[in-house]
């Protein structure tokens, strides 16, 4: 009997999200709330696209300081492809990291946790085989944007 693969990492594309400024909604009955907007970006690699403007990041701020990541936006590409992109992960560090992140405040990346699945959903046939994969992804978390590269998984 043999042994289902291993999976590997292959390098599939790079996401810049430009953000708003963070909405605090307070703690609500699925806990502190917080909503960032989505304004815009640039996906580059298996397929070039513009992030439209109204996504965003609907995150749980958990009891342990840890957020809970949860974005939904839409880009297109030039010849007008719409691509969803649905994120959802978790960044975590120690309580002062994760208030210099939320200050705006540079942070080196080895200092927290960010990661990511990505799901895409497409419409366009030339794109479709983008459906057939999972990817994960590697996050930085700047002043005013979210920065990942995502890796399909073999």
């Given amino acids: 009997m043999s042994a289902p693969a291993v999976p590997g990492l292959e390098p599939a594309f790079d996401v810049e999200a430009l953000l708003g400024p963070l909405e605090d909604h307070g ?37 342990d300081g840890a957020i809970e990541i949860d974005t939904r936006y839409s880009a297109r590409t030039d010849d007008g492809a719409y691509i969803y992109l649905r994120t ?14 939320l200050r705006g405040d540079p942070v080196d990346p080895s200092e927290y946790y960010f990661r990511l699945g990505v799901q895409l959903e497409t419409s366009d046939p030339r794109l479709a085989g983008l459906e057939h994969s999972i990817y994960v992804a590697s996050a930085i978390r700047d002043a005013d944007r979210v920065r990942y590269t995502a890796y399909r998984v073999t």
């Fill in 27 to 63: 703690v609500t009955r699925a806990g502190h709330r917080r909503v960032v907007p989505i304004i815009g970006g640039r996906v580059t690699g298996l397929f070039d696209a513009h992030v439209l403007p109204g996504g965003a990041d609907w995150q749980v701020v958990r009891p």
């Fill in 88 to 101: 959802f992960g978790v960044r975590s560090g120690s309580p002062e990291v994760l208030a210099a992140l």
